[in-house]
């Protein structure tokens, strides 16, 4: 009788899910991609701006050099390395910008796969589900794939 009890408290339902896999069929997944890039290509385009400035006036500096006076030399030598150090910071800015665009454009979707998933895993007594993306899950036995039930729910081919 012990041993009956002691496989029922044992006997739960597991599932796993490649959540990677869901994610590139998502419809919004390749509109938020689209979205991104977009704004990536954006914030390239005000680096290669900034860029081009920096180019010319490096290139008129080099060629006006010779005949420069010291103090003026000078000024455009401080003009030149204060470009630098705003590209310097607009690049990172933009790589956190980047980045914050893409927190923002995938928080929903990640959401609403979280929701599908619990709601699948309630509504078929499963006790754990593990994602096989992660890498986690290093031996899984008598595990069920909800990725169809979860592609239902989220009303994906």
């Known amino acids: 009788m012990l041993f009956v009890l002691a496989n029922l408290m044992f006997a739960q339902k597991l599932g796993h ?6 994610l590139q069929k ?4 390749v ?11 954006k914030l390239q ?6 860029y081009l400035e920096y180019e010319k006036k490096v290139t008129e ?9 010291p103090a ?3 000024m455009q030598l401080k003009e030149i390395q204060d470009i630098q150090q705003r590209l310097q910071v607009a690049e990172q800015s933009a790589q956190q910008d980047l980045l914050k665009k893409k927190e923002t454009i995938y928080a929903p979707i990640l959401k609403k ?5 619990k709601l699948v895993a309630k509504e078929n007594s499963y006790r754990y589900v593990f994602d096989t993306s992660s890498g986690s899950v290093l031996y899984a036995e008598d595990s069920d794939d ?5 592609k239902k729910k989220l009303n994906i081919n």
């Open 17 to 22: 899910i490649n959540s990677l896999q869901l």
């Open 26 to 29: 998502m419809p919004d997944v």
């Open 31 to 41: 509109s938020a991609e689209k979205e991104l890039e977009a704004h990536g290509k």
């Open 45 to 50: 385009t005000q680096i290669q701006n900034m």
């Open 61 to 69: 500096f080099k060629n006006q050099e010779s005949e420069l006076i």
């Open 72 to 74: 003026v030399k000078e």
């Open 113 to 117: 796969v979280e929701d599908a998933i």
């Open 146 to 150: 909800i990725s169809a039930l979860v």
